[in-house]
């Protein structure tokens, strides 16, 4: 038979309970879930995404709409393009020109974004604009070690980005107002010579985020670019 309990022993256990419940109850009742029309504030990294026009010469944009969903049997990243931008016309294009190279920018490329992410393509010579500016635009596999094979099928990409994905639309595209939202299979991903020739293959990636683009007034916090 187990010995009785003690009130003692009851007093013990229950006075820090009581003391949290007296603590939390005003706390409670004062916290306030308010309802807001902007989501949270994050920082997120900073891609540019190279695409193929109709006439074969290439576009780029910036894009920070991208999260991978899936690893096996295929990598999946699902993105979010902007509107009926020239990107997003060539990236949903089929007949075998769809897709594109996504490209995580550095730090030392954030002077680039207002040209790639304030203009666009129709409208603004991007690669005589990013050259002037000591950005220049190559293939593939001039920037990285197994990227090359594929000239003709690959866009022109910026020179000394941290990582390269070459990206395939699966399936269709939802309309979602504002962004075409899509899930793409990474049919290739290669490290820029530049970064493993400065850092190794293993070290950590120093890549662009919003936030750096916002303490440095290149972006708001609405994410626009800022003239």
């Known amino acids: 038979m187990s010995p009785p309990i003690s009130p003692r022993f009851i007093r013990r256990s229950l006075l820090p ?28 990294p900073v891609y ?18 991208c999260t991978p969903v ?14 009926e931008t020239l990107t997003a ?44 500016l000591g950005h220049k635009w190559v293939t593939l596999g001039e920037c990285t070690d197994g990227g090359g094979g594929r000239n003709g099928e690959d866009p022109m990409v910026l020179s000394g980005c941290a990582h390269y994905i070459r990206l395939r639309q699966i399936g269709e595209s939802v309309d979602g107002g504002s962004h075409h939202a899509v899930v793409c299979a990474a049919d290739g991903m290669y490290v820029g010579n530049e970064l493993e020739a400065e850092e190794g ?25 800022i003239p």
């Open 17 to 44: 309970l009581l003391i949290l419940i007296f603590v939390a109850a005003p706390l409670a009742s004062s916290l306030k879930i308010s309802p807001t029309d902007a989501p949270p504030l994050t920082d997120v």
């Open 48 to 65: 540019s995404l190279a695409t193929l026009n109709a006439d074969g010469s290439s576009d780029m944009n910036i894009l920070t709409y």
């Open 70 to 83: 899936s690893i096996r049997p295929v990598r999946l990243f699902a993105l979010g393009l902007y509107g």
């Open 89 to 132: 016309e060539n990236f949903l294009r089929g007949q075998g020109r769809g897709g594109g190279v996504l490209q995580l920018l550095t730090p030392r490329q954030a002077d680039v974004v207002r040209t790639l992410g304030g203009a666009s393509g129709r409208d603004v010579d991007k690669q005589k604009a990013c050259e002037d």
């Open 201 to 225: 293959g293993g070290a950590p990636v120093n890549y662009l985020s919003t936030g750096t683009l916002r303490s440095m007034g290149i972006i708001s916090e609405l994410g626009r670019v």
